[in-house]
């Protein structure tokens, strides 16, 4: 079976900490996205890498980064933290061409 | 304007109902027409998916596309309480591996 898997939950962390999400995919995709989910809002395109090493803004770049050094993994960093960043985190993965995203379960994040 | 539309619900039914959920889209470049059903404190998994206009049938699930009106539909037949989630319509161009989401409708299927 097909896999995303998002290393953590559930994540509480202070404002102004550094914190990252780890995101692996078993399926050899070559494309990985970064999604955050807040009720009313939708999910919302972080980040998106199409390959090793490349990566593009999506729609709310703003506060966060990502790194894709190896195929299979895609992390999300949020530099420093802060409360409006609380929110459900989700990570996917695609084959080029490919129909839709296979998603992880999702990181649920809340900044005090 | 939100380039995809989607009542929030939530939607209310009987077990057995037929299910009508509905998305429309501003974008006519669109191509790819997905649905999705998320599961409480789950990631959203893919139910079905269209290409260009038309329905597809997969069980109890029938999606359709109407680009000419821009708007999309999945109708579930014989719900189940099983079937309560939030239903999450998605799509993109040709051209685009980036989804565009709509924002859900909550579904829930009283035994």
């Known amino acids: 079976d097909v896999k995303v898997t998002q290393s953590s939950r559930y994540l509480v962390k202070r404002t102004g900490e550094k914190v990252f999400l780890e995101c692996v995919q078993d399926m050899d995709h070559e494309n990985m996205f970064w999604y955050r989910q807040d009720p009313g809002l939708g999910l919302r395109l972080i980040y998106f890498?199409?390959?090793?090493?490349?990566?593009e803004k999506g729609d709310i770049p703003e506060g966060y980064s990502v790194s894709r050094e190896k195929k299979e993994r895609f992390s999300l960093i949020l530099e420093s933290a802060s409360t409006n960043q609380t929110s459900m985190y989700l990570c996917?993965?695609?084959?080029?061409?490919?129909?839709?995203?296979?998603f992880g379960s999702g990181t649920r994040l809340t900044v005090v | 304007q939100k380039e995809v539309e989607q009542d929030p619900g939530p939607l209310s039914v009987p077990e057995g109902a037929i299910v009508s959920l509905n998305c429309t889209y501003s974008n006519s470049a669109f191509q790819y027409f997905m649905w999705y059903r998320q599961y409480s404190r789950k990631g959203p998994e893919l139910l079905m998916y269209t290409y260009s206009s038309g329905n597809k049938e997969d069980g109890r699930f029938t999606a359709q596309v109407d680009k000419s009106s821009k708007y999309i539909s999945l109708f579930i037949r014989d719900s189940q309480p099983s079937d309560s989630a939030t239903y999450l319509c998605a799509m993109r161009g040709d051209s685009s591996y980036k989804l565009i989401f709509g924002s859900g409708t909550r579904l829930l299927v009283r035994p």
């Open positions: 996917a993965s695609s084959l080029a061409g490919s129909y839709g995203y296979t």
């Open positions: 890498s199409y390959d090793v090493k490349m990566k």
